[in-house]
């Protein structure tokens, strides 16, 4: 190393980061600030690579004729994306790197309750994504991500097989990280720290992980079923072998659809944490908005049969599942109303995590209610699997999971990294991220209605101006996503060195240094507060509003 | 974390489950080749129900463990069941409206 490197003015204490510089001390850590860092670099990469299909797609659709890839290439494309994005992106992102950095200072302990357990589920993880990676290579799969039977255990060229086992794999993955979250949760808590002190990003992520366990067990299982059906012919799913392709469907959903609250329900916790903080005020109803994430934990379980209205299930239980869906509503509504509640009369301080928090609300809400639509028996055989559906669920998973994914990096980026990134960039790539997010899933609701189907290469010219702009704000988008994967690991070296508490927030996160020690705290906290207390009528300290 | 003191089970136990098991899958075998109607399946998974839940209480420790751990390897079982009935009740009511006929 250069000997002219300058040295920032005092000292820093020994953390988790610079206790040790060899590689070995990386790849065999168990710390899980550590692991939460490897897995942010990987997420970071995965992003990348699920992003540029997402490009090659909106590419495609910037003309009505299908020129740029043929339709099978097409096909394979956002396969790909979806596969990516959903199983590498938004299904680890929040909790494997802020859950898994948070989870144990949050409650004030040490570590997880299982660190190799912790560090396994990284290696799963990364498993997964090297046949992923490899079945793309081999000629890729054309399936969508939801591998629907019988073309994708009988007819599909693809390599289904092997993108099969690395999803199998992948679960494995989350269910490691679930189990350790709910023993932590449940046996690790610091003294004091009872179930209603808790922070909300932690009973987000105890619904979150309950759920995990659950479901993906049988998202395994289904998938497993799909590859010895493809290599052995066993018959479940193809019905020239006695099976029944919709049985495929009912056990997919009873694990994906779930999957969708696994990846909003820690992001709807971030967002607590942000309105909390920046609004200076305890959550409105915190035990209402605690108890809701476990209301969509459980409810959420009972309505995938409305993926299935149209694709040969009852009347009857297309009724039911319908009307489930809506009760789900109910939980959401809740934490939106009772997140504007929190900010009513509070200081709110509009720095980056909460220009990302307020776009969430938003966002969210249009995500939200436009399911409420699909959900809608009669309605539904109008919208299903027309850009409706594509639009409505990237305003959930989009709008909402990865804007709380951006709002919280940037929160608890100082505590992270001990190092605060540039506000006004971050406000700027905030507002650039929400205006090309909206043009670019904005007109794909108006494309669905009008009936253009999904996954398909071509369209008709009078449905250009459309997806022009939908190929614009997706540019605009990615512009926006780009700059904090610049400025932040700038700010690494040369931004400004961050305090224990710059936001001047609650929770134990933010008594322990920035970056912490390894183990956390110097000795156990003791909770002696409720979460959020923040005073009545609290304001934001004057200095700390200069950042 | 100190309290969890191990349970050392006596090894007749394990023989005595291990011996159940045996007996259950000569079971299975014996009635796969009677006929009990509508029965059979029901049967068959009657055994194989008593067989597993030997092997979770017994094999598995759940028997000595804590409430909570109870009820979470309860919670598996119960959402399975929820697997079931909630894909059974679309199998179930197909026919119900004509136009599946
Ligand atoms: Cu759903």
């Known amino acids: ?547 | 974390m100190s309290s969890n003191h191990p349970h050392i089970t006596p090894l007749k136990t394990y023989f005595a489950v291990f011996a159940t098991l045996i007996v259950g899958t000569w079971l299975t075998y014996w009635v796969a080749y009677k006929d009990f109607g509508w029965l059979n399946t029901p049967v068959a998974m009657a055994i194989a129900i008593v067989k597993a839940g030997v092997v979770v209480l017994y094999f598995m420790h759940v028997k000595w463990q804590s409430k909570l751990t109870m009820m979470f390897a309860a919670g598996g079982f119960i959402w399975l069941f929820t697997l079931f009935a909630f894909t059974l009740q679309d199998y179930w009511t197909r026919d119900w409206m004509p136009i599946y006929k």
């Open chain 1, 1 to 547: 190393m250069s000997s002219t490197v300058a040295t920032p003015a005092a000292e820093p204490r020994t953390n988790y980061l610079n206790v040790d510089y060899g590689w070995k001390s990386w790849v065999f850590s168990t710390d899980h600030k550590r692991i939460a860092i490897m897995y942010l670099i990987t997420i970071a990469f995965m992003i990348l690579v699920g992003g540029s299909f997402a490009i090659l797609v909106r590419l495609e659709l910037a003309t009505p004729a299908g020129d740029l890839l043929q339709s099978e290439t097409y096909n394979k494309i956002f396969t790909m994306h979806g596969v990516v994005m959903v199983f590498f992106f938004l299904i680890p992102g929040v909790p494997a790197v802020l859950g898994n950095f948070l989870v144990p200072i949050m409650i004030g302990a040490k570590d997880l309750a299982f660190p190799k357990i912790n560090l396994l589920s990284y290696y799963v993880f990364l498993v997964g994504i090297l046949l992923t990676l490899t079945a793309a290579a081999m000629g890729g799969i054309d399936t969508g991500w939801t591998f629907y039977t019988p073309y994708s255990s009988t007819y599909s060229n693809g390599q289904v097989a092997l993108a099969a086992v690395a999803v199998f794999i992948t679960g494995f993955s989350s269910i490691l990280t679930g189990l350790n979250f709910v023993v932590t949760i449940h046996k690790m808590r610091a003294p004091g720290m009872t179930w209603f002190r808790m922070p909300l990003f932690i009973w987000a992520h105890y619904a979150t992980s309950l759920i995990i366990l659950l479901s993906t067990p049988v998202v395994a299982i289904t998938i497993v079923l799909v590859a010895l059906e493809r290599l052995f012919h066993v018959g479940v799913f193809d019905p020239t072998y006695g099976g029944d392709p919709v049985l495929f469907q009912h056990m997919f959903w009873f694990y994906s659809h779930p999957a969708v609250y696994i990846m909003i329900l820690p992001a709807m916790g971030v967002i607590s944490e942000l309105i909390s903080a920046f609004s200076k005020k305890r959550v409105f109803g915190y035990p209402v908005v605690a108890f809701s994430s476990l209301a969509i934990a459980v409810i959420g379980f009972f309505v995938w049969g409305h993926h299935m209205f149209v694709t040969g299930q009852s009347t009857y239980a297309g009724v039911v599942f319908s009307v489930i869906t809506m009760l789900v509503a109910v939980p959401s509504a809740i934490k939106v109303f009772n997140w504007v509640s929190t900010m009513y009369k509070g200081d709110v301080w509009m720095t980056t995590p909460m220009c990302f928090a307020i776009a969430f609300i938003g966002l969210f809400t249009v995500g939200g209610l436009t399911g409420i639509f699909l959900g809608t028996m009669g309605l539904d055989i109008h919208m299903h699997d027309t850009y409706f559906v594509v639009a409505h669920f990237h305003y959930v998973m989009v709008g909402g999971m990865v804007t709380a994914f951006w709002g919280g990096l940037h929160f608890w980026w100082p505590k992270m990294f001990g190092r605060m990134y540039p506000e006004n960039m971050g406000r700027v790539s905030a507002a650039i991220i929400f205006i090309g997010f909206n043009m670019t899933f904005f007109p794909q609701f108006i494309l669905g209605y009008m009936g253009m189907p999904r996954r398909y290469h071509f369209y008709p010219e009078e449905w250009q101006v459309l997806n022009l702009l939908s190929t614009a704000g997706a540019t605009l988008l990615g512009i926006g996503y780009l700059l904090p994967m610049v400025y932040l690991p700038w700010s690494l070296k040369f931004g400004k060195v961050a305090s224990k508490n710059p936001w001047g927030a609650k929770g134990l996160e933010w008594e322990t240094d920035s970056p912490p020690t390894t183990f956390n705290f110097d000795k156990v906290p003791v909770v002696t507060e409720e979460a959020y207390a923040y005073p009545e009528g609290a304001r934001h300290q004057p200095e700390a509003k200069v950042v």
